[in-house]
Every structure is written in C-alpha cells, then in structure tokens.
C-alpha cells in the first residue's frame, strides 16, 4: 500500500519567516495530494490541494509544488503569522473503486512565536 | 449550511463492549468517509460510503464496520473494544462523487478503559 512521511515532525519559526513542510509518498499511482491544517481540539480544515497533472498551486501566502518524478511534495508558507500554528498533515490518494484511499502523512506541528 | 455533524461528542466504554458513532453529512453531500485519529498511529482511513454503498475499506480488522442510510447520514461500529480503539474518530462529506474533497466534522472522543 501506500507509505507516506511527513518531515519535519515539528517546525519552529519567527513570526514573518517562510515554513517548509515536504511530503515523500511511495506509489505512483496517487494522484491527489491535499494538506490539511488542524488547530489544538478543533477539526482538520482543507488548505490547499494539488493534482498529479499541475506542478504547483498557490493560494495567498500559501503554495504547494509536486514532484511526480521524484515522488514528493511540499507545503509552502510565506510571512508566517502566529495563528498559522497548527498541526500540518499532507495526504496521497489514489483512486479505487470510484472514489479515493488517502494515506496520511503523521503531521508537523508548526510553531510561529511571535 | 451546517458543518458535518457528529454524535456523541466525548463517550468512554469497557473493554469488549460495542459502540456505535454516528454521523451527519452536510447537506447534499453524498459521500461520507471515517477516519481514526491516533497519537501513536495518526490519522488512519477507515472506510467510505457513496449513496448507501461501502466503496472502499482501510486496513482495519473487522470488528469496525459501518453503513449509510439512504439519507447519507452514516454510523460506524466498533465491537469488542480493546484498549488501543481509544482514539478520536473523525467523519467527513463530500460534495462531490469521487469523496475526493472533504469536510471534517469535530469528531467523537472515544476512551476505552
């Protein structure tokens, strides 16, 4: 099946810093890469998303780059705030029987001190 | 709209009792998915409806099965708890048929002792 890691486990950074959080998954048949950002005691919140036909996707000071080759992705933060400290989880799906199996990476938890 | 909603909230059981989560989906969303979320393991699919059918099912043994009602609203149960089924178990909907984009509920705070 399919083998996501997520590094680094935790990120501390200085309000106004960028934040790099990057994914590595294992079978090529995943396609669709979501990140999620879940806040202490509240749900996981959709952020960005990328599919396996775009190379990059960027939102406000949020991005995503996707390296099909190389089998990895990463979640890009600009101008860190501190209501960006969160835990960060990254996802490969892959698509089966008309729907998609997401493997989850095991989450970074960003820190931005103020 | 309303968000997914998710019952009981926090729920402690014994040891080999069952329990059952239920899960309302937002409104007009058909697909409906589970997930355990694990300090130890994090966070895990477990399986996905689409218009009352299970179409996929993670690695889970199969004391955890589920359903859906022609409602889209959806229930998983977990019989013969054991200690380590003490997780959060988080339910999402999809708008769209491929359960590819998903909506969190806040999940139910399951505690085995």
């Known amino acids: 099946g399919e083998n996501v890691e997520q590094h680094p486990s935790t990120l501390s950074v200085q309000e106004g810093d960028s934040a790099v959080i990057k994914c590595t998954y294992s079978d090529s048949a995943s396609n669709y890469f979501p990140w999620y950002k879940q806040e202490l005691g509240k749900r996981p919140q959709l952020i960005i998303d990328i599919r396996s036909n775009v190379g990059e996707k960027k939102d406000q000071r949020i991005a995503v780059t996707l390296n099909k080759t190389a089998k990895h992705f990463s979640l890009h933060i600009t101008e860190t705030q501190p209501e960006d400290s969160a835990v960060y989880f990254c996802?490969?799906?892959?698509?089966?029987?008309?729907?998609?199996?997401?493997?989850f990476g095991r989450g970074t938890s960003l820190i931005v001190h103020p | 709209k309303a968000g997914v909603t998710q019952t009981p909230r926090y729920l402690i059981k014994t040891r080999g009792q069952q329990v059952t989560l239920s899960c309302s989906p937002i409104s007009g969303h058909r697909s409906v998915s589970w997930y355990q979320q694990t300090p130890g393991q994090g966070l895990q699919f477990l399986f996905e409806?689409?218009?009352?059918?299970?179409?996929n099912k993670g690695n889970f043994p199969g004391r955890f099965s589920g359903r859906q009602f022609s409602n889209s609203r959806s229930e998983m149960n977990v019989s013969t708890l054991e200690l380590g089924d003490s997780a959060l178990y988080l339910c999402a909907s999809s708008p769209d048929s491929t359960g590819n984009t998903i909506y969190f509920g806040e999940g139910s705070w399951l505690t085995v002792v």
């Open positions: 409806y689409f218009s009352e059918t299970q179409r």
């Open positions: 996802a490969a799906s892959m698509a089966s029987g008309g729907s998609y199996i997401p493997t």
